[in-house]
T-cell receptor, first 110, second 112 residues
Framework: GQQLNQSPQSMFIQEGEDVSMNCTSS?????WLWYKQDPGEGPVLLIA?????ELTSNGRLTAQFGITRKDSFLNISASIPSDVGIYFC??????????FGEGTQLTVNP | SAVISQKPSRDICQRGTSLTIQCQVD?????MFWYRQQPGQSLTLIAT?????????ESGFVIDKFPISRPNLTFSTLTVSNMSPEDSSIYLC?????????FGAGTRLSVL
């Protein structure tokens, strides 16, 4: 089956620093999604990417859909304490089925 | 987006019993999904539930263990049957709207 490799598994940063995480796959996806999960909650959609090469921003977050359609990255600029959580990438095929990465646990020290 | 209500939010159950989890969405959707998230892990799809048809289960998940109902376009239930401690997980429902999956807050299940 399809697998997503997400890295890093965890990050410990100081408030104000920039963050970068990425996902790679051996398979092509039609859509890349980035979700954030806070403790005790379900994943919340941050950014959706629909076209190869697409670069999309949502406030301090920027994500890109790789040209090969097999990878994506998420950047967070000027991190703040509420950025703490687990970030998941997900690839979607035409059948609406999602394949999730293993997640990146982000800790921001004030 | 979508407003999804999932009940119960958490439960502690005895082994051998069953728990039914409910998922209600604010307006009609064609596709609903059920996921399991084991402690410290990513999300794993259990099944896809379409109204008016049998749920489609992923490899490793069977209907006898995880029966699903989808009586209408805004509601679904997942039952975790004959529970064992290995079933302790977060169970999440999601809905597909405008090609995007939106998630409920999850049900945190502990089996003793």
């Amino acid at each position: 089956g399809q697998q997503l490799n997400q890295s890093p598994q965890s990050m410990f940063i100081q408030e104000g620093e920039d963050v970068s995480m990425n996902c790679t796959s051996s398979s092509i996806f039609n859509t890349w999604l980035w979700y954030k999960q806070d403790p005790g909650e379900g994943p919340v959609l941050l950014i959706a990417l629909y076209k190869a090469g697409e670069l999309t921003s949502n406030g301090r977050l920027t994500a890109q859909f790789g040209i090969t359609r097999k990878d994506s990255f998420l950047n967070i600029s000027a991190s703040i304490p509420s950025d703490v959580g687990i970030y998941f990438c997900a690839g979607q095929t035409s059948g609406s089925r999602l394949t999730f990465g293993e997640g990146t646990q982000l800790t921001v020290n004030p | 987006s979508a407003v999804i209500s999932q009940k119960p939010s958490r439960d502690i159950c005895q082994r051998g019993t069953s728990l039914t989890i409910q998922c209600q969405v604010d307006s009609q959707v064609t596709m609903m999904f059920w996921y399991r998230q084991q402690p410290g892990q990513s999300l794993t799809l259990i099944a896809t539930a379409n109204q008016g048809s049998e749920a489609t289960y992923e490899s490793g998940f069977v209907i006898d263990k995880f029966p699903i109902s989808r009586p209408n376009l805004t509601f679904s239930t997942l039952t975790v049957s004959n529970m064992s401690p290995e079933d302790s997980s977060i169970y999440l429902c999601s809905v597909l709207r405008a090609h995007i999956q939106y998630f409920g807050a999850g049900t945190r299940l502990s089996v003793l």
